[in-house]
Every structure is written in structure tokens, then in C-alpha cells.
């Protein structure tokens, strides 16, 4: 599946929809020196060196092959899980797990990408793999009432949609942004970014529509969060999981919003079409799903939370992408194939843990002692 990717309006429609994300593994013990180069638990620095003793990060064996365009690093996971400890120790408050390897560490992942601060990209795109891998375990028990079964039931029907969800299919895909982003030509990135820009402005739409219908429904007695905010097509935002290349993006939302140019008129008409139709779509599949899923109360939150963080990753790699398709910016629009690299990975591992063989217990730790 190398080159062009085939998509057809019902796979944009229903295809990658979603949310969440994780990273795990098990690595180093945290000292004050364990984030290098003046990082913090919001930056994504470049795999460390040194011996690893697995401590902070437990994460499960994902049961499949090793892919050919990320992986995921013991080393780097347990770093970045030691940084998550020791900034919510000097906050005084619990990690929490969940919110930090399905939101924080993906979308301070995506921002670093889109800084170009990531270091080794592979380990980058693997934080991405075993996020969306754990988060579709964790939507499932979520969602399904499934208990520790893995029951696939309530799922079918997104499943039978999703096509091409094979790691092979993924790995391709993502190979082949990577390979566009570092060494393609210009006409090339320019294509690429063009293509890309109107699937994840349907993506974006898609999911905003299941978003508005998660709002819209939460379990008896549960009120729904005030943490998101949408004051235009594709600028959903959350206070909890703020993403900083969103506001970073502004030039480029404005000119999607106010086209100032005949190219940034033809893709700001064809964005917010794509976008506007998808979030009908999402809203048409999601409304049957939720109606009949028992969500968890103390699961809710952080289910709207974690959905909000997907969205804002698609927004920002669509517009990143927009500055290639208008040709305004071409070193942006490489960063932007690269967190759409990230989106990719992220979003099709998510599938592939929704049909995991791994019961729904299996969940990364985050042990901060």
C-alpha cells in the first residue's frame, strides 16, 4: 500500500474515527536528570542513553510484529513516564494514568513533532502506536460493559467499516509520509499535504460530530465537562489537554477562516465542506453507538477529555498540512506529513486494540511511588 493511499467518502466517513491515545513500556528510575536538554513532561527529547532499569512504566506485550516505521522504546517511555512523576509530585497531586499515557504523552508528542524537537522519530511515532493501542483496550471496557471479556459486539458495525486496519496497512502508510516528509521532493510534499489535508479535515469533522454526541449524552447523574470549546470548524480546544501548535497554527486557521489568496480560497471551500459533511457523519454513526454503550460515571471525563486531545492532533496536522497544499510554507507542511504520520499510527493502532486478543484489563502503569 505504498504511494497514494485509496479513499473512498465512506472510509474518510467512518473510517479512522475516534479518540485516545497512550504510550507505555518499562524503563529508567527517575532523578532530576532524567528529562535531558532542559525538557520538561511537556517536550518529547531525543531517546536517552545509558543503562534502563524498568520502574515507573509498566506497560503489557503488545501481541503483534514489529513494524517498519516506529517502535516503541523502553527507554523513552520510561523517561518520560518518570518526568510525568515528578511534575505531579511538585503539583502535589496523583498521576493520573489514563489522562497521561492517552492524552499528555501523545499530544506533548505531536507538539514536539510539529516544533521539530522530537528526536528519534521512530520512538516518537511509537509513543503514538502504543497510546492508540492501549487507548482502544481502554474504550472498549469502556464503552462495551464488556468487563474483562473483550466483547467486539457493540463494535461490530465500526469495524466491519474500518478496511484497511491491518499493521501492514498502517505501517505502509506511515513509511510512506516519513519517507515524503525527510527526502521527497517539493511537488511532492505538496501533493501529499494536499491529499492529506482534505481526508483529516473529514477525520476532524468525523470526530467532532461523535464528540458533540458524547457531550450530549452522559451517564445518569453525570454532568458534562465545560473543558472543550469549538469557536469555529477547526478549532477545538481543550483546558485540560491544551495542544500549543494550535495556537502556534493561528496564521494558518485564519486564513482558512478569512482566505486572503485564491489557493488558500480553494482549499478553505473544500476543508469546510469536507468538514462540515463529516461532522454529520460522525454524529449518524455515534448516535446508534452511545445510545445503547454503559459508560462508566467515573470514566466519563476523562473519555470527553482524551476525545477532545484526538481532535486537536487532527486539527493541528490539518492545518499544518494546508501550508503545503497552498504552497506557503513548505518546511511546515513536512513537519505536518510527520504528525500525520503520528495520526495515522495513532488512530489505526487504536482499532487494532479495539480488536485486541488482551482482555480489557490490560491497561499500562504508571507507578509514581
Known sequence: MLGTPKFTNRSIRCGVGVILAVALSAGAACAPSAVPNGGSPTTVPGTPSGPVVPDRVRLPGIPLPQAQSFVVSDALMELLGCAECDRSAAAGTAADAAKYFYGQLPLATVDAQLAGTAGDLRASLGNLHASGYFGGIYLRGSLAGAGDTGDLTPFAP????????????????????VRVSRTGTDQEVRDASTLWSAILAGISGYNRGYLEVLLEQPPAGVAAPNTFSCPSLFDCRSTELPLQALTALEPQRNQLNTPTSFDWLAVSL???????????????????????ADVAPAVYPTLVDLSVGFLEVTQAAMLANLAGATGTDLALARRGLVATASMVTWAGSYFLGLASPLPNSAQPQLLCG
Open 158 to 177: 465500526l469495524l466491519d467499516l474500518i478496511g484497511a486496519g491491518s499493521l501492514m496497512g498502517i505501517d505502509s502508510v506511515v513509511t510512506e509520509l
Open 270 to 292: 473544500a476543508a469546510n465542506n469536507i468538514g462540515t459533511s463529516a461532522v454529520d457523519a460522525g454524529r449518524g454513526v455515534w448516535d446508534g453507538v452511545l445510545s445503547t
